[in-house]
């Protein structure tokens, strides 16, 4: 208790201590204030970005709807059928070109009534080829242009000698005298939709007929009257899932999820939206398609042969390589494309580099003009983006793979090669300086006096770029460096194929994991991170 009460500090020591001191001891208001005040500057610095980019107006104009059908395609796809509506009254219900459904869909959701009609139309494909006779007495062709000469036609009235046509032109006796034009119109019995409804999910329908489309979603219906002329008119108030931008003009009416619909004079167009990707394994011409997995295994196992030429197996292996929807057998090329592009480009980069930096490094090459000339180097490639590389390679050698491997060759030297330098600098002399004390040579003081200090740094810098390129390939492959990123950019640009992107992003990610996790093993080993 002596010892304690000792050690303790009177009041007059502490004034004492704060008279010399005083400093220590102010009082800073600032601090006091530190933390309220970085809030108060990011708060004022967030508010200035929300202005000055015009977040706000940029959420409020975005078209939600249009990036949620993009999202939904993703893990869905559309059929869509169009329903014409002719002015006799006729229904005609018309197909995509490449319908999901095949080239004659006949979906349980579309219930159609048919009926006979007397319909007025116009036969075309008639010909207007006749004979020289059915020619016009004055005609302005060359001598025998007809096939005969003047001597021959004039005297029958056929054609006459003047002519200002040059020889072999094209006229009404040339080779366009058998053109298809119209002809009369005639009387045909058809049969043809008179009505039709389709069930788009639970408690959605569509009612269509020639004048008249009754749209129900849940407890909610909504009548549009068709005509007369083109007028599309709504009878009653429109429900919050429809929508009329103008009156008189079409309905656009949203099931969520399961589609939309879109009405107007002369026809209702449907979009039903179904989930999964349709035809993945075998597409719509294949023998395969619209089999389960059980009767496809079953034909495959024990079938007859469909083609003669080759077994079951190797014809469904060879469907589902060229599937005309998916096309599995060109992503996978361009896949490996971008893999190769990323693992070649990254090699000779390091290939490269590793002798440069030796002589960008101060301490290993003491010519200090030697070092900045290596340094300004490795500047120059790496300021220039991987994408400004690829650009500029795709215009020398094409597009193809060669212009995506030189671009990341030519990046990846310049940074690898920095790194390398900084990594050389970093090292400890006592190792080279033991070496150097036994009287090796200068080759030899870098072999085992510098190399082990620096070779894991160099592996493990290496495969992380390796692994990452494996990403930028796919970017600079858009532009043209091949690989799956120009087929990604060409699948995105038609607006329609979000299901093939989200195939070949997945892809891409599990490619970019695969290597993560093969890279994060290789350099945790090299690194002493993890023993076996």
Same mark, same amino acid.
């Given at each position: 208790?002596?010892?304690?009460?000792?050690?303790?500090?009177?009041?007059?020591?502490?004034?004492?201590?704060?008279?010399?001191?005083?400093?220590?001891?102010?009082?800073?208001?600032? !601090?006091?204030?530190?933390?309220?005040?970085?809030?108060?500057?990011?708060?004022?610095?967030?508010?200035?970005?929300?202005?000055?980019?015009?977040?706000? !107006?940029?959420?409020?104009?975005?078209?939600?709807?249009?990036?949620?059908?993009?999202?939904?395609?993703?893990?869905?796809?559309?059929?869509?059928?169009?329903?014409?509506?002719?002015?006799?009254?006729?229904?005609?219900?018309?197909?995509?070109?490449?319908?999901?459904?095949?080239?004659?869909?006949?979906? @349980?959701?579309?219930?159609?009534?048919? $009926?006979?009609?007397?319909?007025?139309?116009?036969? %075309?494909?008639?010909?207007?080829?006749?004979? $020289?006779?059915?020619?016009?007495?004055?005609?302005?062709?060359?001598?025998?242009?007809?096939?005969?000469?003047?001597?021959?036609?004039?005297?029958?009235?056929?054609?006459?000698?003047?002519?200002?046509?040059?020889? @072999?032109?094209?006229?009404?006796?040339?080779?366009?005298?058998?053109?298809?034009?119209?002809?009369?119109?005639?009387?045909?019995?058809?049969?043809?939709?008179?009505?039709?409804?389709?069930?788009?999910?639970?408690?959605?329908?569509?009612?269509?007929?020639?004048?008249?489309?009754?749209?129900?979603?849940?407890?909610?219906?909504?009548?549009?009257?068709?005509?007369?002329?083109?007028?599309?008119?709504?009878?009653?108030?429109?429900? %919050?899932?429809?929508? +009329?931008?103008?009156?008189?003009?079409?309905?656009?009416?949203?099931?969520?999820?399961?589609?939309?619909?879109?009405?107007?004079?002369?026809?209702?167009?449907?979009?039903?939206?179904?989930?999964?990707?349709?035809?993945?394994?075998? @597409?719509?011409?294949?023998?395969?398609?619209?089999?389960?997995?059980?009767?496809?295994?079953?034909?495959?196992?024990?079938?007859?042969?469909?083609?003669?030429?080759?077994?079951?197996?190797?014809?469904?292996?060879?469907?589902?390589?060229?599937?005309?929807?998916?096309?599995?057998? @060109?992503?996978?090329?361009?896949?490996?494309?971008?893999?190769?592009?990323?693992?070649?480009?990254?090699?000779?980069?390091?290939?490269?580099?590793?002798?440069?930096?030796?002589?960008?490094?101060?301490?290993?090459?003491?010519?200090?003009?030697?070092?900045?000339?290596?340094?300004?180097?490795?500047?120059?490639?790496?300021?220039?983006?991987?994408?400004?590389?690829?650009?500029?390679?795709?215009?020398?050698?094409?597009?193809?793979?060669?212009?995506?491997?030189?671009?990341?060759?030519?990046?990846?030297?310049?940074?690898?090669?920095?790194?390398?330098?900084?990594?050389? %600098?970093?090292?400890?002399?006592? +190792?080279?300086?033991?070496?150097?004390?036994?009287?090796?040579?200068?080759?030899?003081?870098?072999?085992?006096?510098?190399?082990?200090?620096?070779?894991?740094?160099? $592996?493990?810098?290496?495969?992380?770029?390796?692994?990452?390129?494996?990403?930028?390939?796919?970017?600079?492959?858009?532009?043209?460096?091949?690989?799956?990123?120009?087929?990604?950019?060409?699948?995105?640009?038609?607006?329609?194929?979000?299901?093939?992107?989200?195939?070949?992003?997945?892809?891409?990610?599990?490619?970019?994991?695969?290597?993560?996790?093969?890279?994060? $093993?290789?350099?945790?080993?090299?690194?002493?991170? +993890?023993?076996?």
């Amino acid at each position: 208790m002596a010892a304690n009460s000792s050690a303790q500090l009177s009041a007059g020591d502490v004034e004492d201590i704060v008279a010399r001191h005083p400093e220590v001891f102010r009082n800073r208001p600032w !601090k006091r204030y530190r933390a309220p005040l970085a809030i108060l500057a990011v708060a004022l610095y967030s508010v200035y970005c929300w202005s000055f980019f015009g977040i706000g !107006k940029v959420l409020q104009d975005g078209n939600w709807d249009i990036a949620g059908n993009y999202l939904a395609d993703w893990i869905s796809y559309e059929v869509r059928p169009d329903f014409e509506i002719e002015p006799d009254g006729a229904i005609l219900l018309e197909w995509p070109r490449f319908s999901p459904l095949g080239a004659n869909p006949d979906p @349980d959701w579309i219930v159609t009534s048919t $009926a006979t009609m007397e319909r007025r139309r116009v036969e %075309e494909g008639v010909t207007a080829s006749g004979t $020289a006779a059915d020619k016009t007495a004055n005609s302005f062709m060359v001598p025998d242009a007809m096939g005969t000469t003047p001597q021959a036609a004039a005297p029958s009235g056929g054609t006459s000698s003047f002519s200002f046509m040059a020889p @072999d032109a094209a006229t009404g006796g040339g080779a366009d005298a058998d053109a298809a034009v119209p002809g009369e119109p005639q009387t045909v019995v058809e049969e043809v939709i008179t009505q039709a409804s389709v069930t788009l999910g639970a408690g959605n329908l569509i009612e269509i007929a020639p004048t008249r489309v009754v749209v129900t979603r849940g407890t909610e219906s909504v009548a549009v009257r068709l005509g007369p002329g083109e007028l599309v008119t709504v009878e009653g108030d429109l429900p %919050e899932w429809a929508q +009329q931008k103008r009156a008189g003009r079409k309905v656009l009416a949203y099931f969520g999820f399961n589609g939309r619909a879109e009405i107007d004079y002369d026809g209702v167009k449907v979009r039903h939206r179904f989930i999964g990707w349709e035809n993945f394994v075998f @597409d719509a011409n294949s023998p395969f398609w619209g089999k389960s997995a059980g009767e496809v295994f079953g034909l495959i196992v024990s079938g007859e042969r469909i083609d003669p030429d080759r077994s079951n197996l190797s014809l469904a292996w060879n469907n589902i390589l060229y599937n005309a929807d998916w096309q599995h057998l @060109d992503v996978w090329t361009k896949l490996l494309q971008t893999i190769v592009m990323a693992f070649v480009g990254t090699l000779f980069a390091g290939i490269v580099a590793f002798p440069l930096a030796f002589l960008a490094a101060r301490n290993i090459t003491r010519s200090r003009i030697v070092n900045q000339i290596n340094k300004r180097f490795f500047d120059f490639l790496r300021s220039v983006d991987m994408l400004i590389w690829a650009l500029f390679f795709t215009r020398a050698f094409g597009p193809g793979p060669l212009a995506g491997m030189s671009a990341i060759f030519f990046t990846d030297t310049g940074t690898l090669g920095k790194l390398y330098a900084e990594a050389l %600098e970093n090292i400890d002399d006592k +190792q080279r300086e033991g070496v150097r004390s036994v009287g090796a040579s200068p080759a030899s003081v870098q072999r085992f006096g510098v190399l082990p200090q620096v070779l894991p740094v160099f $592996a493990s810098q290496a495969l992380y770029f390796w692994e990452s390129n494996t990403r930028s390939a796919t970017i600079i492959g858009a532009v043209g460096a091949g690989g799956i990123g120009l087929k990604l950019w060409e699948a995105m640009r038609t607006n329609q194929d979000w299901e093939n992107v989200a195939y070949m992003v997945f892809l891409i990610l599990a490619v970019v994991f695969l290597f993560d996790g093969i890279s994060n $093993a290789l350099r945790s080993r090299l690194m002493g991170g +993890q023993k076996r």
